[in-house]
């Protein structure tokens, strides 16, 4: 049975960082990747990482979001430091077959999906 738990959401003020986790079972992934919904906005999708460590971001992300795994790949980590108030949005994680580079954020074309860590971030 394939499982994706996320973990460490919080409500934390504007500057501030987090670290959310995702635990991954049961399905043999080619990649993992986190997507967040803002309530009223579309998914989106803002970092992926592949076997092979390959990361991708999402622009508007670059520079403040870090993806990782550990080494057993069993866990996916979302660094986010410098949170703005328009980070705000449910955390979902994500595994899914291969994909190409330009295709990695694309929801539609994962398997699997968590349940959700909300992030709130007041200014």
């Known amino acids: 049975q394939v499982q994706l738990m996320e973990s460490g959401g919080d409500s934390v003020q504007a500057g501030g960082s987090l670290r959310l986790s995702c635990a991954v079972s049961?399905?043999?992934?080619?990649?993992l990747a986190w997507f967040r919904q803002a309530p009223g906005k579309e998914r989106e999708g803002v970092a992926a990482?592949?076997?092979?460590?390959?990361?991708n971001y999402a622009d508007s992300v670059k520079g403040r979001f870090t993806i990782s795994k550990d080494n057993a790949r069993t866990t996916l980590y979302l660094q986010i430091n410098n949170l703005k108030p328009e980070d705000t949005a449910k955390y979902y994680c994500?595994?899914?077959?291969?994909?190409?580079?330009?295709?990695?954020?694309?929801?539609?074309?994962?398997?699997?999906w968590g349940q959700g860590t909300q992030v709130t971030v007041s200014s």
């Open positions: 990482i592949d076997r092979g460590l390959r990361t």
């Open positions: 994500a595994a899914g077959p291969f994909l190409s580079e330009g295709r990695r954020l694309w929801g539609h074309e994962y398997n699997y």
């Open positions: 049961g399905y043999k992934y080619d990649i």
